[in-house]
């Protein structure tokens, strides 16, 4: 589930950001932390393109059935907090990259907090008129 989680991390968005995003892609990133706090996995699922890939730290690639597989789980937990700090951001054409470093909280139960730690990239690109991730890149999943 670990892993799961911090592909989760990837899409969130905080309101301390070291870095300016576009209005677009700051509202995507506001509605994404919405929807993973108030655990909507569906709509959270309907924020990434079809041809989605996650690429972990260790090189491995996982598609989009894949990554929201193992993202999936988190959403049952009593409550997940999150914040993001975005680094960078990178118009390369018709897509953007924004570099995060997120956290992530999940409350299981009482006796159970997870936390994790997640420094990677998103890439965006406007997709049927609404941007879409169609890559995440993590260097740090932990």
Known sequence: ???AICIALATVC???????LPA?????YQTEKS???SKNL??????FADGYTWTLPD???K???QSIAEMAPMFKAQKIVLSEKFTKCVKHGDTYEVSFDAKLTIVVSKKTTSHYHEVGADTWKK???NWLIIKTVDTVSQ
Do not use: D, Y
């Not at 905080?14 to 300016?20: G, I, R």
């Open 59 to 61: 090189g491995k690639s």
């Open 42 to 47: 569906s709509g959270f699922t309907a924020l």
């Open 127 to 129: 997709v049927g008129g």
């Open 63 to 65: 598609n989009k059935a």
């Open 24 to 28: 677009e892609l700051k509202s995507r």
């Open 1 to 3: 589930m670990k892993t």
């Open 14 to 20: 905080a309101l301390a950001s070291a870095v300016e």
């Open 35 to 37: 929807l993973i706090e």
